[in-house]
Every structure is written in C-alpha cells, then in structure tokens.
C-alpha cells in the first residue's frame, strides 16, 4: 500500500542519524581535508545551529569555532539567537559586524542606487525587501521591490530585471565576505569550513555561489528542513531557535524565506519536493495541500524550473580538457 503523502513521509531515526552524520564527519574531516577542527558561522537560524551542535557532536566543543558575522541589516533577533547558541554549545566564537567592509565596497552603495530607480524617493531610513509571485498562478517568477519609508507606510512596486539584477549582486556581498572571514579562521587554526544548506536549499539553488554555497563540508544537505527543526527539539537546541520562524536576515525590512523563494511555506515545500523526488502524482501533492491539481502541477513545475536555473551553481570550475592529478 502507497503511504499517504503527509509529513509522515519525513519521519527518520534521529539517533542513527546524528551517529551517522558524526562520523561521517570526523571522517571527512580528518582523512579526506586533513583539518583538525572546523568553523561554522552561526546566524541564528535553524541550519546552522543544527550544523554547529552536530559539529560540536562530532568533534567536541574545543574543536568547534563559531562565526557571527551581523551587519546593519541584521535583525536584533538572529543576533540574540546566535549568541544564545555558541553560549549554549560552549564554543569558542568571534562576533565581527561586517557592515564597515560592505560599506566599503559598495555593497549599500549599489542596492540603493538600483532601489532608488524605481523608488526615487528612497533614501537612508527606508527599509526595503524583495518578493517573489507568479510560480503559483503558471507564471514566469517574477519579482517584487517593497520598500517602507520612515512614516511606516507600505509601497510596492514590479522590478525591473536591471535593478532586480543589482539588488541581489549587492546583496550577494554579504554572503560572500562573510565567507572569506570564514576561510580567513579555518586558514589560521588548520580547520575546514562547514556549509549549512539544507536539502531543499541545496536542491532549488537557494544559495549563494562562492558565498554561503561554499564550504568544505555540508553535513545537512540532504535532510529536509522539516527534519533539521526535528533535529533541533531532539538534540535540546533552546526554545527560541527551535521555534524560529525561517528568515533570510538579509534585507531591513522582515522577509520570510517563501516570499523571496520559495512557492510554498517549508514544511510544505519539503513534502512537495519529497513528492516530485520520489515521482508522486501530481493529484497525491493537490491532495495533500488541499488545491487544485492545476495549482499542484505549478508547484512542481517551479521545482523543476529553479532546478534548472540554478544548475550552474553546483557546477565546479570548467576545464577545457581534464587535467589529471595523480596522487603518489
């Protein structure tokens, strides 16, 4: 008999797996990377906090160091998680605010100079943020500019591909400087980097390439964000990081993971996908979301479109002709 398509379907033993993904680290670490230890930046959400307790799991708390790594657009809130976090845990970490370096380079500089062509009135004390529409309805994606000004009232607009394209370069510089602070420590103490994507990030592209796509390890790429949250409760993780609602934390204004990406909320865009990996009918996920089976087929189809959007991004450097590297 066919299981029904629900949560249920997520359902996993977490003690095999935290033991499986613990030595599977220690042995990547050790034999495969030739590092000691390993640095995982810690931004308050649910991935890396997982990430890190399962790091601490691995190779006990004196072999962990933790990153956090805020800038102006930080909420107080992740912050407040984060350093919740490596005090519970007990490892060793380094708050750096980054806001000065991306300041530096234009990070700012450019995103409002792109806000500001559809919004010319933007200007310091705005908040602002990107949302995604269409998927849903059988559309192209396409994408949204809302920005807040200081009175508190509430403007929304299309967005250019231009400026679209601006916007998320710029923004693209947090991940990436954050990453080479990274590199920077795992360089100095001999430890390798820990990726914290998901499997639904990592299989929709939701990523930043040489940014937090980086790393020398991703211990939770194939779990579901379903169960990293499960993994969390299981493993004792504090209540306000179990219970956090998931973020990008990178732009002023509040922005949900679904509005900017997603087509669906994550417990349920974990099942779809689990469904479309797992060749489910289309009407087994229309039943399970209770919409049309034309609504469903969309959803599937966005799986499929990101997928193929984003593939470049799993794609190591090209060579022209491979290059061998015997070893001994």
């Given at each position: 008999m066919v299981q029904p398509l629900n949560e249920l379907v997520l359902d996993f033993d977490h003690d095999n797996e935290i033991n499986k993904i613990s030595l599977s680290m220690r042995d990547i670490v050790s034999k495969k990377l030739n590092r000691r230890g390993v640095v995982v930046a810690v931004s308050g959400g649910i991935d890396s906090s997982v990430s890190a307790a399962l790091a601490v799991k691995a190779f006990g708390k004196n072999k962990v160091f933790a990153l956090l790594l805020p800038e102006k657009?930080?909420?107080?809130?992740?912050?407040?998680?984060?350093?919740?976090?490596?005090?519970?845990?007990?490892?060793?970490?380094?708050?750096?605010?980054?806001?000065?370096?991306?300041?530096?380079?234009?990070?700012?500089?450019?995103?409002?100079?792109?806000?500001?062509?559809?919004?010319?009135d933007y200007e310091d004390g705005w908040k602002n943020k990107i949302i995604i529409s269409g998927g849903l309805e059988g559309q192209f994606n396409h994408f949204k500019l809302v920005v807040?000004?200081?009175?508190?009232?509430?403007?929304?607009?299309?967005?250019?591909?231009?400026?679209?394209l601006q916007i998320v370069a710029a923004t693209n510089y947090k991940q990436r400087i954050r990453k080479t602070i990274e590199y920077f420590h795992a360089d100095r103490l001999n430890y390798a980097v820990i990726g914290t994507p998901n499997r639904v990030e990592y299989d929709q592209g939701f990523f930043v390439k040489n940014g937090d796509g980086s790393a020398d390890l991703k211990p939770i790429a194939h779990l579901y964000k379903?169960?990293?949250?499960?993994?969390?409760?299981?493993?004792?993780?504090?209540?306000?990081?179990?219970?956090?609602?998931?973020?990008?934390?990178?732009?002023?204004?509040?922005?949900?993971?679904?509005?900017?990406?997603?087509?669906?909320?994550?417990?349920?865009?974990?099942?779809?996908?689990?469904?479309?990996?797992?060749?489910?009918?289309?009407?087994?996920?229309?039943?399970?979301?209770?919409?049309?089976?034309?609504?469903?087929?969309?959803?599937?189809?966005?799986?499929s479109a990101k997928r193929k959007t984003t593939q470049y991004m799993h794609l190591e450097p090209q060579l022209i002709e491979k290059v061998d590297l015997p070893i001994g």
């Open positions: 657009d930080s909420s107080n809130e992740t912050q407040s998680r984060g350093e919740q976090l490596v005090k519970f845990l007990g490892v060793d970490y380094l708050k750096h605010d980054i806001a000065s370096t991306l300041d530096a380079i234009g990070c700012y500089h450019w995103r409002d100079n792109a806000i500001k062509e559809v919004f010319p807040q000004n200081p009175s508190g009232e509430i403007l929304q607009k299309n967005l250019g591909i231009k400026q679209y379903t169960q990293v949250y499960s993994l969390a409760k299981f493993m004792g993780l504090p209540d306000d990081i179990c219970n956090a609602i998931p973020t990008t934390d990178t732009y002023s204004l509040p922005q949900g993971q679904d509005e900017f990406y997603y087509a669906l909320p994550y417990s349920q865009m974990d099942v779809a996908i689990w469904a479309y990996n797992n060749n489910r009918p289309v009407s087994d996920l229309a039943d399970y979301l209770g919409c049309s089976v034309q609504k469903a087929e969309y959803v599937f189809k966005d799986i």
